[in-house]
């Protein structure tokens, strides 16, 4: 789960990280409220959407950028304006992109120098990481490109925790020293403690900034959650936007199901995330493209499926449906009449493709046979997938 910046910034605050002052704004009238903080003079005004690369995007309105530099109360109203209610299209938003339904007042910050700052999991390590760089502002995925030199990685031992060696180890290749250094101890503890007790995904400070009168800031903030220890954390639960989310991936939580939607034609219906991301590649590999990453889990019910099936149809782009069910836990007599009820509620007219096998599969592929609907069995993964593929491509 991801949550906005003015939101993260208030997690920051909360643990002794310094952030710039700053307020949202849901609405028009907040506009004045949230201004009043500010002297009139330079004032950030940033659009609150769930995706990078928000300052080089561009407005379906025509306005460039969606993170502004106003130079007084009465511009960062009009450019808030402009800004609220509009669809913002960045490299991560896609070309449909999202539409601000929150602007954020920043006050605005003397900056000497940029650094980059970020706490995550690293999953070939197993082991909390963090990653440092002097080369703040840009994409870290350029900086370890072209200039790998320039960054630090330091693991942590998640039964020890951040130790202060390690602490100063980062401060040093920063370039950090005196009181810059204390100051870089007790924010990157902030960070570390934030990421370990809620439960995060990542933590990712970009820039973090040193002021000209050497003071070291946050200026930019970004976490996300691992949603499975939500349940951990009410009070991060109700910082969740929904209208930031797939309403169909909203859907599929509701039934326990992990749904992704993807750019392709044909949809997947698994049962384990292995199994989805083996079914996807030799869709791929047979010359289709995956519409969505959908595991409906080790014992789905009839429901289950039958949601599924709505949720994917809900997907104007799907063309076809590849059902690849390994039934070890689950009966695949029960994903059977799931899929058969499921057909017929939903009166499907797109090309579908079963391969069961496993538990129970003998009167599972009897229930597909015997239901007198157009369900294509596939013999193994491979066959399974070239048909669908064909199929989908003489459609």
């Known amino acids: 789960m991801n949550i906005h910046e003015y939101q993260a910034k208030q997690l920051f605050a909360s643990y002794g990280i310094a952030v710039p002052e700053g307020y949202a704004a849901h609405s028009a009238d907040e506009f004045v409220t949230a201004l009043a903080h500010f002297p009139d003079g330079p004032i950030v005004v940033k659009s609150q959407i769930h995706a990078g690369g928000r300052g080089k995007g561009a407005f379906t309105n025509g306005l460039q950028g969606g993170v502004k530099l106003a130079q007084s109360k009465a511009q960062a109203r009009e450019l808030a304006s402009k800004m609220l209610g509009n669809t913002l299209v960045t490299r991560q938003t896609g070309p449909e992109g999202r539409k601000v339904q929150t602007v954020y007042f920043d006050c605005a910050a003397a900056i ?76 990157v503890t902030g960070l570390y403690q934030l990421f370990w007790e809620k439960d995060c995904s990542i933590v990712e400070v970009n820039p973090l900034i040193t002021t000209l009168d050497d003071k070291l800031v946050a200026l930019d903030a970004k976490v996300g959650f691992d949603d499975n220890a939500l349940f951990r954390h009410p009070e991060i639960s109700a910082l969740r936007d929904l209208a930031e989310e797939d309403p169909k991936e909203i859907e599929a939580s509701k039934y326990g199901l992990s749904y992704i939607a993807l750019d392709g034609s044909i949809a997947c219906l698994v049962n384990g995330a292995g199994l989805a991301m083996s079914t996807m590649d030799i869709i791929k590999y047979y010359g289709g493209d995956p519409a969505n990453f959908l595991d409906v889990g080790g014992s789905a019910s009839k429901d289950a499926v039958a949601a599924a099936f709505k949720i994917i149809l809900g997907d104007s782009h799907v063309k076809g449906i590849l059902v690849n069910i390994f039934g070890g836990i689950m009966d695949c007599d029960i994903i059977a009449q799931g899929i058969v009820e499921a057909v017929k509620e939903t009166s499907l007219k797109l090309p579908l493709v079963v391969r069961l096998e496993g538990n129970n599969v003998i009167n599972g592929k009897k229930t597909l046979a015997n239901s007198g609907l157009p369900i294509i069995s596939g013999n193994d993964m491979s066959d399974a997938a070239q048909k669908i593929v064909a199929l989908v491509k003489e459609t």
């Not at 999953?123 to 790998?148: D, F, N, Y």
């Not at 390690?166 to 810059?180: C, N, T, V, Y």
């Open 112 to 187: 000497k120098k940029e650094y980059y700052l970020a706490v995550l999991l690293d999953r070939a390590s197993a082991r909390p990481t963090i990653i440092a760089s002097t080369e703040g502002g840009t994409s870290i995925e350029e900086v370890a490109a072209k200039t790998p030199e320039k960054i630090v990685k330091i693991h942590i031992d998640p039964s020890l925790g951040l130790q202060d060696y390690q602490k100063r180890k980062i401060a040093f290749a920063l370039g950090f020293k005196g009181d810059l250094l204390k100051q870089f101890g007790k924010l």
